[in-house]
T-cell receptor, first 117, second 117 residues
Framework: GENVEQHPSTLSVQEGDSAVIKCTYS??????FPWYKQELGKRPQLIID?????GEKKDQRIAVTLNKTAKHFSLHITETQPEDSAVYFC????????????????FGKGTKLSVKP | GAVVSQHPSRVICKSGTSVKIECRSL??????MFWYRQFPKQSLMLMAT?????????EQGVEKDKFLINHASLTLSTLTVTSAHPEDSSFYIC?????????????FGQGTRLTVV
């Protein structure tokens, strides 16, 4: 099955700086990699995702890069703001191939991001 | 986006009693739903996959007789924690995927905070 490792566990940055969170996965068949943001006591919210047929995806201040050969993907947040402070989780499909009924995700351990004003 | 509703959001129960948690997909049908457990400051751990009209699939280490899952319709899955004990206190959260959408984003319920006293 899939194994997802996430680093770092905590990350503190100054407002305006960039933040990078990295994840590795074990199943070379995995084809979908979402990133979730979770605020305390709330449900995880998808912030960006990438499929294995692309190497990079960007959405305003957030970007995700994927290296299939090395089996790792990273979340990049630029121009960080205090409201970016939360726990971020990466995930990969449990069964490798993601789609519909196979939507069970294995999550990394999370990164607590603190953005200091 | 698609809406997944979970009820109750908080529950306190006495040790030895059972608690039922509902997960509903409000605007789409979900043949499969997923149940996660999250302990404080930890990641989401997949407990089981709930399959409409058939038995749930449990992850290793999760007791199927303790965590009863019923997926009787395409919009409702229930998780019953039987004979709850203090160590079952946790944040339980479900997710579902809308098969009709082109992007198979997993949508999460708002979670249930269970406290067993």
């Amino acid at each position: 099955g899939e194994n997802v490792e996430q680093h770092p566990s905590t990350l503190s940055v100054q407002e305006g700086d960039s933040a990078v969170i990295k994840c590795t996965y074990s199943d070379s068949a995995s084809n979908y990699f979402p990133w979730y943001k979770q605020e305390l006591g709330k449900r995880p919210q998808l912030i960006i995702d990438i499929r294995s047929n692309v190497g990079e995806k960007k959405d305003q201040r957030i970007a995700v890069t994927l290296n299939k050969t090395a089996k790792h993907f990273s979340l990049h947040i630029t121009e960080t703001q205090p409201e970016d402070s939360a726990v971020y989780f990466c995930a990969a499909p449990l069964g490798g191939n993601y789609g519909g009924s196979q939507g069970n995700l294995i999550f990394g351990k999370g990164t607590k991001l603190s953005v200091k004003p | 986006g698609a809406v997944v509703s979970q009820h109750p959001s908080r529950v306190i129960c006495k040790s030895g009693t059972s608690v039922k948690i509902e997960c509903r997909s409000l605007d789409f049908q979900a043949t499969t739903m997923f149940w996660y457990r999250q302990f404080p400051k930890q990641s989401l751990m997949l407990m089981a996959t709930s399959n409409e009209g058939s038995k749930a699939t449990y992850e290793q280490g999760v007791e199927k007789d303790k965590f009863l899952i019923n997926h009787a319709s395409l919009t409702l899955s229930t998780l019953t924690v039987t004979s709850a004990h203090p160590e079952d206190s946790s944040f339980y959260i479900c997710s579902a995927t809308d098969l009709d959408r082109s992007n198979t984003e997993a949508f999460f319920g708002q979670g249930t905070r269970l406290t067993v006293v």
